[in-house]
């Protein structure tokens, strides 16, 4: 199995920066790909950024490009989330997820880490 853990969250102006990270234990040799979500308030769980685990290719929601980069550390087993220019709809729990390959859904998942961003 693997465990997710995520961190870095907390409160932030709008315009600001916060970097969140996710560490990942256990069978870390099954992960493909690593992604990030989010889930606002009354709102669905959505799709942030991903990034292949091997090859490091990297993936954006709209809503994020340009203004949020996904990276991984394969030595330490690690996947970072680097916010800059921080928008008040920002605002989430922000969620750390791994797939496996030839999965059609994401196989782990963090508890997730409060974003707040102020206006």
């Known amino acids: 199995q693997v465990q997710l853990v995520e961190s870095g969250g907390g409160l932030v102006q709008a315009g600001g920066s916060l970097r969140l990270s996710c560490a990942a234990s256990?069978?870390?040799?099954?992960?493909?790909?690593m992604g990030w979500f989010r889930q606002a308030p009354g709102k669905d769980r959505e799709f942030v950024a991903h990034i292949g685990w091997g090859a490091g290719s990297t993936y954006y929601a709209d809503s994020v490009k340009g203004r949020f980069t996904i990276s991984r550390d394969n030595a330490k087993n690690t996947v970072d989330l680097q916010m800059n220019n921080l928008k008040p709809e920002d605002t989430a729990v922000y969620y750390c997820a791994g797939k496996k390959v030839l999965r059609s859904i994401y196989d782990y998942w963090g508890q997730g880490t409060q974003v707040t961003v102020s206006s």
């Open positions: 256990g069978r870390t040799e099954s992960i493909y790909l």
